[in-house]
């Protein structure tokens, strides 16, 4: 396998990515576009375009000058902290509740509905539902949290649609931003194909009703995009903030500590380093990370060292540390999911076995799976030193100790026999 010479992607990394003459991945070459962008430029488009929305809202005398899509994290704290108060806009915040919830992400949740002091719209799916769609997308593409990312896409533009609400605005485009889709300039905004293409691995709702799966055309209402004339009739339109405004995780998280006390979690997570994000599913950094681990080779401990090593807040050899100590990690939290769905592990880790990529992983003689390479292997290939950025960081970045164990398993597993799902 061939890796990035500056950060820690792999040639296979999802949803795709390129690698240049120097060796470097298109994650990369974008970040660095970015670092390039005139952000003062950019904040006074931002701050021209909310003005103008926030003018036509009222004129028209509409309750709400704009939406946002929120999950509690640090992202739903910037967001609503700039948008409403930076800008002085009313917006009306949506959460897709996809039941996978870890109690520091509720803990959070309200910790930004108390101090942003909005109007929040909670929708939760049925607990069937999810067990139905968990199980059938595991097997059908290795993804136990498909109805997350297609709940959080799809129900805030329906609820824009029915509110007649034009303006969502989104976080960061971080689906494409890891491995640079697109480059600063295009100004990309959030259409019904990027949500297909980078958030429900290209299968719309309507595609998961079968015999197989269980599901019917009352299962999916959550999943589904509004049609063309209802997002005309209104003039919605995504806008990502990260596109306005340098995007730089770790600064932002403890900003958001610091002025709203959104909560990051202890130190000691089974799959990452990373305290202050994807803190509200317990699965995102766990079981459901570990797949990619199973099919790629690779766990979020990649995705978030190389996004520190773009920021110039890490080192090429303290990331390949962090992936050796927590990729292959088996989490915790997978306890808690296969009780929630009913399945045995063998079944679960099995239900890869066709989705394993060849040149990372071999089986031997006895069935057992190994992987046969890693970005720890790829420690001084050629162009390391040329594609080396400079470190940024002065004097260390430190976040403070969370007060939150969020794979403490025998707490979550009672957490969730109480049917604690709100
Ligand atoms: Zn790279």
Known sequence: MRYCARCLYPENAKPYIIFDDAGVCSGCRVAEAYELVDWDARGKALAKLLAEYKEKARAGGAHYDCLIPVS????????????????????????????????????????????????????????????????????????????????????????????????????????????????????????????????????????????QSGLTHQDIAPFLYPPDEEIEAVGVRGIHLSNFVRWNEPEQALAMHKMYDFQPAKAGRDRTFNRYAKLDDLHANGAHDYLKYLKFGYGRATDDASTLIRLGLLTREEGIALVARYDHIRPKDLDVWLHFVGMSEDEFVASVDAQRDPSIWDRDADGRWRAVDSVVNHASDTGIEEARPPLRRNGGFEFPEGHYDINDAGALLEFYKGYKYL
Not at 153 to 165: C, E, G, M, T
Request: proline share 4%; charged share 20%; with cysteine.
């Open 72 to 211: 509690g994290g640090k992202d739903s704290h910037f967001q609503v902290h700039l948008v409403k108060n930076v800008y002085g806009l009313n917006p009306l915040l949506v959460t897709y509740n996809h039941l996978f919830n870890a109690p520091l992400g509720v803990r959070n949740l309200e910790n930004l509905f108390v101090k942003m002091n909005c109007d929040l719209l909670r929708f939760s799916s049925n607990l069937e539902t999810v067990r139905k769609i968990s199980r059938y997308m595991l097997k059908k593409c290795g993804d136990l949290t498909w109805h997350y990312h297609a709940g959080i896409l799809s129900l805030p533009i329906q609820v824009a649609a029915k509110f007649r609400i034009p303006l969502v605005i989104w976080a960061e485009n971080n689906f494409s931003n890891l491995v640079g889709t697109f480059n600063p300039d295009d100004m990309v905004e959030f259409s019904r194909k990027h949500r297909k293409d980078f958030g429900l691995r290209g299968i719309e709702a309507d595609e998961l009703i079968n015999e």
